[in-house]
């Protein structure tokens, strides 16, 4: 992860060009893995910070800070941010890189608020700050065929129930621009340091309007996220017309091909919830809607991160 | 997986070119994954198919079988080979894809022993029933810089302790066969139909003589497996030198690069073993000795595959 340059890259510059966001204060970093993101805020003068990490890395993180000689500014903790003590009762940041794939996997945003709501004071920074959620339509002739379409004959032997599996599992993979045949339209802004808890369950409606004529295979979600506190408005993106990042863009795959013309639209709505049982997991029911010359469909499809 | 077509072409060759080894015959699927095997069987006129398959993918399995309308020749079984009870006494084959990475990698080979030893008539055919190791060592400055080096000096933070781990874990990548600078060693070859359960722990000596003057990274570990019963001997190889599959080589960093000049030799030896507490894990001991014009190395490295 650390290997992510426009991720690791873009908190870097965020905490070092803007030191007046860190400085003197007293930082928590939520979710720290190596605790690259707690080395750097030590390095811009942070007054303390507070680097929680749940998995061995925990153990990794602590042998890190002590080879750089910062264990005065950095205490990891290791365990969940819901079970450990801090030795503070308040912070005035919190930092962390808690974005999964189609931002919102893996659930670790909640951790994020639970501090927020626990320790971080009235007038305290959270880093980053905004996150908004895309989606847009692409043509994928190939990819479909290999992935999915793969299962109805594989080998001579007639796979569908994997096929019919493999269509509710969002694919994470990149996209080329080149694909891209609609508009992008934005689902969702979350506002990290007001947004409660439950935001992160919404359903979003969409029209996507073709910009060539042209096929559809699938919707593609991705999102972009914001430090809205830096001297000026830093961030990154993980859409297909940005730097590679990890995340990838989550692609997901439509029941039928769509033979779209210029001009027309696509409408629908998406709602996105974490999964019941599994809180980590995300359920995506896509609508959508199409009256074109060549093509009509009306069809609602779920999927499941997982 | 299935998408690896040297493995699921070659065990399908070996199947529809040999029906004289399954038609008529009882076969045991050991880790049936889709059934993919199973339905070769049953094409090549197997008189019945036992499919035992413990994750969820075994209800995949019994509806593909419905599906593919050979429910009558193939029984799915889901749960653990050693848990299960067979509905007859005696198989006369069992076909399993039991490769790991660095063919020992999460030893389902102890199942298929276990199969084996429970089931098999005397004179059954276990397929594939060879395997070999080999051992050869590459020029790989890039990568170690990329994968290893990289924690020494990470956005200005010393992570040396990362680096320690990186080393001690084997890596799973390609090797381009250009990279190679020395012969290729035989480590060790396993006969699946009569090796006692306890032969996957080994120490196999080796010389690797340098074949032009280069530095050399890593050693690098790959295997291939043969079915030797067949008309003519089928197999396939995981190599440099051959077609790419999923397994790719297995890559193991040295902990100092080796200058080595045309015709000198690094000697040693590799010790494998499941490990204790995990047998699932492999741990590797390689013990290695170059004394060179210009280098000369003595070094023990551990290694955990995990």
């Known amino acids: 992860m650390l290997k992510d340059a426009v991720r690791t890259k873009t908190y870097q510059n965020v905490i070092y060009q803007n030191t007046f966001l860190i400085k003197n204060k007293v930082v928590l970093d939520v979710g720290a893995g190596t605790g690259i993101l707690s080395l750097f805020c030590a390095k811009a003068g942070a007054k303390h910070v507070y680097a929680v990490e749940c998995s061995q890395m925990g153990d990794m993180a602590k042998e890190i800070v002590e080879a750089n000689k910062l264990s005065h500014v950095i205490t990891v903790l290791k365990g969940k941010v819901e079970d450990i003590t801090l030795p503070v009762t308040h912070v005035d940041v919190i930092i962390s890189e808690w974005m999964g794939y189609f931002l919102l996997f893996e659930n670790m945003l909640d951790t994020v608020l639970y501090a927020r709501d626990k320790w971080l004071v009235e007038s305290g920074v959270v880093l980053p700050d905004r996150a908004s959620l895309y989606l847009t339509a692409i043509e994928d002739a190939d990819y479909k065929d290999d992935k999915v379409e793969f299962w109805k004959n594989v080998y001579g032997f007639d796979m569908s129930c994997i096929r019919k599996q493999t269509m509710m599992e969002p694919l994470v993979d990149t996209v080329d621009e080149h694909q891209i045949v609609t508009n992008t339209q ?28 042209d096929y559809i295979h699938a919707l593609v979600a991705y999102f972009d996220v914001s430090f809205t506190k830096c001297h000026k408005l830093m961030g990154f993106s993980t859409g297909p017309r940005s730097r590679a990042t990890h995340w990838k863009q989550t692609v997901l795959y439509l029941e039928d091909v769509l033979t779209i013309c210029k001009g027309e639209a696509i409408v629908g709505s998406m709602t996105v919830a974490p999964n019941k049982t599994n809180p980590r997991d995300v359920d995506i029911i896509l609508k959508y809607f199409l009256n074109g010359l060549h093509c009509q469909v009306s069809r609602t499809q779920q999927y499941k991160m997982r």
Do not use: Y
Not at 186 to 205: E, H, Q, R
């Open 186 to 213: 934005l689902l969702k802004t979350m506002d990290i340091s007001k947004m409660a808890s439950g935001d992160v369950s919404f359903t979003a409606p969409f029209k996507l309007v073709a910009e060539r004529n």
